[in-house]
């Protein structure tokens, strides 16, 4: 079992930046390669971004390239959202999320492991 907590959300307003945080603890952290999904109220859970394990490939929803970041530290056991320029839709609780392996980083259900999420609030 791997464990995966999120911290680092808040209040921002548009424009603002915040930096996502979620510490793995439990399995071996750079066998898995990582997302960061969002779900906003009233609607279903959606890919943010993800970074591979072997080489570090990035992957990003439209939305938000160019304001994102997702990289992680294998030797702190840790994986980070950096997130700029922030817009109201942006608005959701944020997931981490870890998967052992295969490809297909954009869905959800591929992913084994999930932390309890951090709330990211950006006010127009």
């Known amino acids: 079992q791997v464990q995966l907590v999120e911290f680092g959300g808040g209040l921002v307003q548009a424009g603002g930046s915040l930096r996502l945080s979620c510490a793995a603890s439990?399995?071996?952290?750079?066998?898995?390669?990582m997302g960061w999904f969002r779900q906003a109220p009233g609607k279903e859970r959606e890919f943010v971004a993800a970074?591979?394990?072997?080489?570090?490939?990035?992957y990003y929803r439209d939305s938000v390239k160019g304001r994102f970041t997702i990289s992680r530290d294998n030797a702190k056991s840790m994986l980070y959202l950096e997130m700029n320029r922030l817009k109201p839709e942006d608005t959701a609780v944020y997931y981490c999320?870890?998967?052992?392996?295969?490809?297909?980083?954009?869905?959800?259900?591929?992913?084994?492991?999930w932390g309890q999420g951090t709330q990211v609030t950006v006010s127009s």
């Open positions: 999320a870890a998967k052992a392996q295969g490809i297909n980083y954009n869905y959800a259900d591929k992913y084994d492991y």
């Open positions: 439990g399995r071996t952290f750079s066998r898995y390669h």
């Open positions: 970074i591979t394990w072997i080489d570090r490939n990035t």
